[in-house]
């Protein structure tokens, strides 16, 4: 039950000299999801052949002003000639009052003067996340997180449900902790 709200960043490139920088002001915001785009990944070495190639870089997090603090520090590897998006959730912590800025630094050095390395990123945006207490009385919810690598298409999904639906007599109370009925004294 979280409401999402995207903010456009202009895919910004993020060099190791100007690491980018925005700033959420909503105080009622709990975190963000970063969407990072990587035009392209690749390295060509002096035989022509095609390599993987990989970049490194962190996410810091400023709240009311404040030092910034380093949440994550993340690493992309693989080979692709084609666009590439990766989305990083960074959750806030309670408390704050005024601003969060949040930092994306490149840590491995620029490949934008190179011909033979391809491994330059944009942060293209973010989803400012409000989490909402929602709560659906007698559902169930299931969650699934894998990794896109293991499948060419989205992979189809089932489930079984256990349970019984049963009768509740009338008069009894039933116990919110465990589910069991509780029968009145005298109950026959």
Not at 113 to 123: G, Y
Not at 164 to 184: L, S
């Amino acid at each position: 039950g979280d409401i999402s709200e995207p903010v456009n960043v202009q895919s910004t490139p993020v060099l190791q000299a100007v690491p980018v920088v925005r700033r959420v002001d909503d105080v009622n915001v709990n975190g963000v999801v970063i969407t990072i785009t990587v035009p392209a990944l690749q390295e060509f070495n002096t035989q022509g052949d095609i390599l993987g190639a990989s970049f490194s870089f962190t996410i810091a997090l400023s709240y009311n002003g404040g030092a910034y603090t380093t949440v994550a520090t993340e690493i992309i590897s693989g080979r692709t000639a084609d666009s590439y998006q990766r989305d990083y959730r960074v959750d806030f912590t309670t408390g704050w009052t005024n601003s969060v800025a949040v930092k994306i630094t490149r840590i491995t050095a620029d490949s934008v003067d190179s011909t033979a390395l391809a491994n330059a990123f944009q942060w293209a945006y973010y989803q400012e996340i409000t989490y909402q207490k929602l709560t659906y009385p007698n559902s169930a919810i299931v969650a699934i997180k894998f990794d896109s690598q293991q499948f060419t298409s989205l992979p189809s999904r089932a489930y079984r449900i256990r349970g019984v639906k049963v009768r509740v007599p009338t008069g009894v109370t039933i116990d919110q902790t465990n589910g069991r009925i509780i029968y009145p004294d005298g109950y026959t």
